[in-house]
């Protein structure tokens, strides 16, 4: 299974990006999947996640109110609607996946670049 992002781009503060994940292969059934960004120097960090089966969400203090997760189970695309965005929001955004409740996540994209300009 190959996760794929895209959509990033760049945009000046207040603006918005929707950002897609697209998975490809099989077979695929996530317990759940997660967006997630880095800035260099920085470790990844968990920006979003859904549930695969039942769409429950959590969002990082930083994306609350601000962005939104989504996902489409019969196209298996992820997303990730991000509005009134930051120059902090400028990071590269990953998508990965978590077979399990206990497992973390991984299996990510080669990522897609967002640049918020002030």
């Known amino acids: 299974v190959l996760l794929e992002e895209s959509g990033g781009g760049t945009v000046q503060a207040g603006g918005s990006l929707r950002l897609s994940c697209t998975v490809s292969g099989h077979p695929f059934n996530p317990y759940a999947m997660a967006w997630f960004r880095r800035v260099p120097g920085f470790e990844r960090e968990h920006v979003a996640s859904i549930t695969w089966g039942y769409g429950s969400t959590d969002y990082d203090d930083t994306a609350k109110g601000r962005f939104t997760i989504s996902r489409d189970k019969g196209q298996r695309i992820l997303y990730l609607q991000m509005n009134n965005l930051k120059p902090e929001d400028t990071a590269v955004y990953y998508c990965?996946?978590?077979?399990?409740?206990?497992?973390?996540?991984?299996?990510w994209g080669r990522g897609t670049r967002v640049t918020v300009g002030s």
């Open positions: 990965g996946s978590r077979p399990d409740v206990v497992t973390h996540y991984g299996n």
